[in-house]
Nanobody, 123 residues
């Protein structure tokens, strides 16, 4: 059974930082891509960042590529998202997810998702 468990969310002031963690278990070699998406109230899901477990290549959305950094442990079983210079527009529930490929991830065709962690940025 695949499990993805996010942690690290919370309340932070604008300009602050948070580091999210995604602990995984049960991933197979077919779970090639792991990353983060978010969903704000009343808005669609938005891909943020992904990392390809085969070569370690990272991808970012245009809105986060300067401020967010994705990383992982050596086994790529735990994935992190360092978020800096946060703004109120970053307020959302952040989810960890896996996909078969990079294209699938960025079209939000996830195989597995976590339960999410709330990030709230105050102005």
């Amino acid at each position: 059974e695949v499990q993805l468990v996010e942690s690290g969310g919370g309340l932070v002031q604008a300009g602050g930082s948070l580091r999210l963690s995604c602990s995984t278990s049960g991933l197979s070699s077919d779970d090639h891509v792991i990353g983060w998406f978010r969903q704000a109230p009343g808005k669609d899901r938005e891909g943020i960042s992904s990392i390809d477990r085969r070569d370690g290549k990272a991808y970012y959305s245009d809105s986060t590529k300067v401020r967010f950094t994705i990383s992982s442990d050596d086994a790529m079983n735990t994935v992190y998202l360092q978020m800096d210079s946060l703004t109120p527009e970053d307020t959302a529930v952040y989810y960890c997810a896996t996909a078969w490929g990079v294209g699938a991830f960025w079209t939000l065709e996830f195989d597995y998702e976590g339960q999410g962690t709330q990030v709230t940025v105050s102005s």
